[in-house]
């Protein structure tokens, strides 16, 4: 029986993850064994993106089935403090200043890593949404940071 589960085991092929990112600044994860792509991150400068309903990598359409980065940004707002966090950081960004957010046991993260402020030319709208996003992008980090080394921020 132990052997024969083993032999299943390895029989069962690994999905191929393969990373990319198009010339739009748009970063994906194929799995091309279920034939689907991942929205990673965006890493463009446009303040208006459309993200397609399928990518083709090497000839081969993935449909775009999840977004990674974006369901994490939103996680946040599940928690009333930290939803509150990214709200006040928001704001600061909107009228011109950056936030440091403190971590426990000494150290912070600012909402100046990255920012480049508001665009020439850059509607309204657009740019509370950048702000917005920023927002959550920091708040994240700063709680990624205090997880991964345990209480000390980068």
């Known amino acids: 029986m132990l052997i024969s589960l083993l032999t299943a085991m390895s029989m069962v092929a690994k999905a191929d993850y393969i990373e990319f990112k198009t010339k739009d600044g748009l ?3 194929i799995d091309t064994d279920a034939k689907c792509a991942t929205l990673s991150k965006y890493e463009g400068a446009a303040t208006k993106v459309v993200i397609p309903k399928s990518v083709v990598y090497k000839g081969v359409a993935y449909d775009v ?3 990674d980065d974006v369901a994490g940004l ?3 707002f599940e928690k009333p403090d930290t939803a509150k966090l990214v709200r006040e950081v928001a704001i600061a960004l909107m009228g011109g200043h950056y936030v440091s957010i403190p971590c426990a046991g000494g150290g912070s993260v600012s909402s100046e890593t990255g920012w480049d402020g508001r ?3 850059e509607e309204d709208e657009n ?3 950048r702000c ?3 927002a959550a992008k920091t708040v ?3 709680r990624k940071a205090q997880t991964k080394q345990k209480g000390h921020c980068r």
Do not use: A, E
């Open 27 to 29: 970063c994906y994860g």
């Open 65 to 67: 089935t999840s977004l």
């Open 74 to 76: 939103l996680s946040l």
């Open 119 to 121: 665009k020439k030319d």
């Open 127 to 129: 740019f509370r949404l």
């Open 132 to 134: 917005w996003l920023h």
């Open 140 to 142: 994240k980090d700063s």
